[in-house]
């Protein structure tokens, strides 16, 4: 059983709540892995050391899984025709943008409740102003030019059928209350499927919904205030609705203090 290292700040998930660490996915780039398209490490092993106490990673790139070698010829991001697409920098007629958003799907499908022993993603940890896997971060390109920035094209499908995954990248993470705040949505994440989704009880949302009482009462000031107005509400639309709202307010909430 592993024990909560969140406590006393997040003593509303029990022990027995979290008896497993929660599994995120994480850009296999940022633990080591020499994966880059010129064939660097940009591993981060602090942060990683830090994370893996209380989460269990699970390394993706999604440039190599989809076939492109290391090194390979880099590709970035082209805003044309209100499309945007990954293209190669030097030869543009190289498209991966399908290939990208299929692995995607595929990804969700394999760390699926409905794969009989196979954790369930939750949470994403995506390398910063990659061409697939920036948060909004990732340069966009229109003729020779950046004109803004963006999601990458891995990372945007993730969250287009995901909305309710928690997110972030590396440079979000780097002090310690910020990486707390990111525990807490992947542990509440993971409570929701134990208690909503596996046991398939009716009760199920409403049972979860009580928790939001219990995080309210561990906060104060302005960030007990984003969720007032859920947590006084009756859940509605789909437990997965719910999850997202949760999940929406918990992003807006202040970073707090670590334990």
């Known amino acids: 059983m592993i024990k909560s290292k969140l406590s006393p700040a997040y003593r509303f998930l029990k022990q027995q709540e979290t008896q497993t660490k929660p599994q995120v996915g994480i850009s296999a780039c940022l633990c080591g892995d020499k994966v880059r398209y010129d064939g660097r490490s940009k591993g981060r092993p602090e942060l990683i050391s ?24 880099p590709i970035q991001l082209i805003k044309d025709t209100g499309k945007i697409e990954a293209r190669g920098v030097e030869n543009p007629a190289n498209d991966v943008t399908v290939e990208l958003k299929d692995y995607a799907s595929n990804l969700i499908k394999t760390y699926s409740l409905s794969n009989a022993g196979t954790p369930f993603l939750c949470g994403f940890i995506f390398k910063a102003r990659s061409p697939s896997c920036g948060v909004g971060s990732t340069p966009l390109y229109k003729e020779n030019s950046v004109e803004g920035v963006g999601n990458g094209i891995f990372s945007h499908q993730i969250q287009q059928q995901l909305p309710w995954l928690p ?11 910020q990486r707390c705040h990111f525990v807490l949505q992947t542990q509440l994440v993971q409570l929701f499927f134990n208690v909503v989704i596996t ?25 007990q205030a984003h969720l007032d107005q859920l947590a006084n509400q009756p859940p509605a639309g789909t437990p997965f609705d719910y999850l997202t709202r949760l999940i929406r307010a918990l992003k807006k909430m202040p970073s707090l203090p670590a334990q």
């Not at 830090?50 to 699970?58: D, H």
């Not at 972030?168 to 002090?175: A, K, R």
């Not at 046991?199 to 219990?214: C, N, P, Y």
């Open 199 to 223: 046991t398939a009880s009716e009760q199920g949302v409403m049972t979860f919904h009580r928790t939001i009482a219990d995080i309210r009462q561990e906060l104060s000031g302005t960030a």
């Open 167 to 177: 997110i972030s990248e590396e440079e979000d993470l780097l002090q310690p209350e």
């Open 50 to 73: 830090a994370l893996e106490k209380q989460l269990k990673l699970q390394k993706i790139c999604p440039e190599v899984a989809i076939g492109m070698g290391v090194p390979r010829a």
